[in-house]
């Protein structure tokens, strides 16, 4: 996917990644997306490594070359290795990855593929392993995280890859520090 | 295997804030995401309305067609317009203009692949909406996604 983006971005530069983006050029909603992006990760019922996990999940699926390079601070301090990371592909079912990562993933990936295929079973396990709050958040975190990332796949421009890279989760009042890469 | 729903309604993008009500905090602010959304000034509700509901006929989502928003029929959104998008017949329509064909083309596309949007469809959106407009259509379609991804994903789980 090469070629220009097909909006540009404020011209006031904030340090915050999401607020110097397209996202800017409308101020009516950003404060309320950013309100909504900061509240998924700081929802407190699951950590921010699952969070993680199932925003890697939903960028492969997309496949948003942006939001599959970016590894959160936050996830890393919270226990997500790289190791950890590469297991996100399919075949997860079989990989290391822990019995509630595997339900997370299963669960983002009704979301993502057939929101009308829901295998009883897989509903029965997410039941006895997560709180019905931790599934709403689920929920809620893919659907944010889904639709973020079609907004960059809908606005183009983004190079074929990127190299991975750790930056501070950007949050509604905070304009990060510099990126650095992985 | 496919669970069955278990409710009485099935959920929408309108109701399926009761599903979400256990995620508190990030519950209220999806919503409040979604009233900006309605809200922003670049895409009449009414086109928003039509671009959920060609999203929810592509997804299935019988319960998610049948629903309608109060405000856009309020701005004059008819029943027999409606008929003719759902018909898929609405392309060379004169009942739509050609700033509703831009977005609902985009619209499609985004339903289907957000890749396979080209330049030539974003650029009829800019033409009538310009760069604002074509993020707010952008967002306001990841969010419909997601209201009704999240309606159908917890009829099963309610």
């Given at each position: ?44 019922s699951i950590g921010?490594a699952l969070i993680?996990v199932i ?24 226990g997500?290795?790289?190791?950890r ?7 997860y079912?079989?990989?290391?990855l822990s019995k509630k990562e595997k339900l997370a993933l299963a669960f983002a ?16 396990e997410l039941?006895e392993n997560f709180t019905?709050?931790q599934i709403?958040?689920m ?44 | ?158």
């Amino acid at each position: 996917m090469e070629g220009k983006t097909r909006a540009g971005v404020p011209k006031a530069v904030t340090g915050n990644v999401i607020r110097d983006s397209s996202m800017g050029l409308v101020p009516e909603t950003l404060d309320n997306f950013m309100g909504l992006h900061d509240a998924v990760w700081k929802c407190g019922s699951i950590g921010p490594a699952l969070i993680e996990v199932i925003r890697l999940r939903n960028a492969r699926t997309v496949n948003c070359v942006f939001c599959r390079s970016v590894r959160y601070d936050v996830a890393k301090r919270d226990g997500l290795t790289e190791d950890r990371v590469v297991q996100i592909e399919d075949g997860y079912q079989d990989s290391s990855l822990s019995k509630k990562e595997k339900l997370a993933l299963a669960f983002a990936d009704v979301y993502l593929r057939d929101p009308h295929s829901f295998d009883p079973t897989l509903i029965k396990e997410l039941r006895e392993n997560f709180t019905a709050e931790q599934i709403a958040h689920m929920g809620l975190a893919v659907g944010t995280f889904n639709a973020a990332s079609k907004c960059a796949v809908a606005l183009a421009g983004m190079p074929e890859s990127l190299p991975v890279t750790e930056i501070p989760l950007p949050t509604r009042n905070h304009a990060p520090l510099a990126a650095k890469v992985a | 295997m496919t669970s069955s729903s278990n409710l009485a309604t099935p959920l929408t993008s309108q109701t399926v804030g009761q599903a979400l009500k256990a995620g508190g905090n990030v519950a209220q602010e999806f919503d409040a995401f979604w009233a900006a959304l309605q809200k922003q000034p670049y895409i009449p509700a009414a086109l928003l309305e039509l671009c959920r509901l060609r999203l929810a006929q592509m997804h299935r989502a019988t319960e998610e067609v049948k629903l309608r928003y109060p405000g856009p029929q309020k701005s004059g959104l008819t029943e027999s317009k409606i008929a003719t998008l759902l018909s898929g017949q609405w392309e060379h329509n004169p009942a739509f203009t050609p700033e509703e064909v831009a977005v609902l083309i985009f619209a499609e596309m985004y339903g289907m692949d957000p890749a396979s949007i080209t330049d030539e469809q974003a650029d009829e959106v800019k033409k009538h909406f310009g760069e604002p407009g074509l993020v707010a259509l952008i967002q306001a379609l990841g969010i419909i996604d997601a209201r009704i991804r999240l309606s159908l994903v917890f009829n099963h789980l309610n």
